[in-house]
């Protein structure tokens, strides 16, 4: 499987951007690029996923390095509740497998 | 539409009892998968299936059986419980490339 390498942590303050990279140098043409989150005692949170493009949802927006060996997570505004485990993950096209690396551990201070 | 259960939330057994996880979902996704996530650390693949009828092993698959008889359960098993399987125990299901929906987890403790 492709692997990620993530930050361990980060910190940002309240109602300022937030940018979490991602490398997957490895990442084979058809592996998409996920994201999730997990706040403190819950089941992981979908945040948003690509394949070359960049992407914007309700959440965040997900920006895709042009040969696809890096990505960034975008929060456009940081809230408290935005503290939490941020995953990247490459999903299979062929399979259901997702296999989760360990994160960045974002923390907002008020 | 209650989008992915699990059953039960919290369990404690005793060593070398088996018992189910259920995992239910109603969204018609094709692929489930099973997760365990220990203590301060990120979440492992035990087994996945990519329909009915079809499963397979992930990261770390000893201990645990899996079977997909419909679309919409999933179940894992444990066959002789043992310490080193306390965890959270996650479910999850996907349709196609899209995002993977996640249950609230089974907390898992084995004595």
């Known amino acids: 499987d492709a692997k990620t390498t993530q930050p361990n942590s980060m910190e940002s303050n309240e109602e300022e951007p937030v940018h979490l990279p991602c490398n997957h140098s490895t990442i084979s043409g058809t592996d998409y690029i996920h994201w999730y989150r997990q706040l403190p005692s819950q089941g992981p949170e979908y945040v948003i996923h690509g394949l070359t493009s960049n992407v914007n949802n309700r959440m965040a927006s997900l920006a895709i390095a042009e040969d696809r060996k890096s990505s960034t997570l975008i929060l456009h505004r940081a809230t408290l509740r935005d503290a939490a485990v941020y995953y990247c993950?490459?999903?299979?096209?062929?399979?259901?497998?997702?296999?989760f690396g360990e994160g960045t551990q974002l923390t907002v201070n008020p | 539409n209650a989008g992915v259960t699990q059953t039960p939330k919290f369990q404690v057994l005793k060593t070398g009892q088996s018992m189910t996880l259920q995992c239910a979902q109603d969204?018609?996704?094709?692929?489930m998968s099973w997760y365990r996530q220990d203590p301060g650390m990120g979440l492992r693949l035990i087994h996945y299936?990519?329909?009915?009828?079809?499963?397979d092993q992930g990261e770390v698959p000893n201990g645990y059986n899996v079977s997909r008889s419909t679309t919409e359960d999933f179940p894992l098993r444990l066959l002789s419980a043992a310490p080193s399987q306390t965890s959270v125990y996650f479910c999850?299901?996907?349709?196609?490339?899209?995002?993977?929906?996640f249950g609230q987890g089974t907390r898992l403790t084995v004595v």
């Open positions: 969204m018609n996704h094709e692929y």
């Open positions: 993950i490459l999903g299979e096209t062929s399979g259901s497998r997702l296999t």
């Open positions: 299936s990519v329909g009915a009828g079809i499963t």
């Open positions: 999850a299901s996907r349709r196609g490339t899209g995002g993977a929906f």
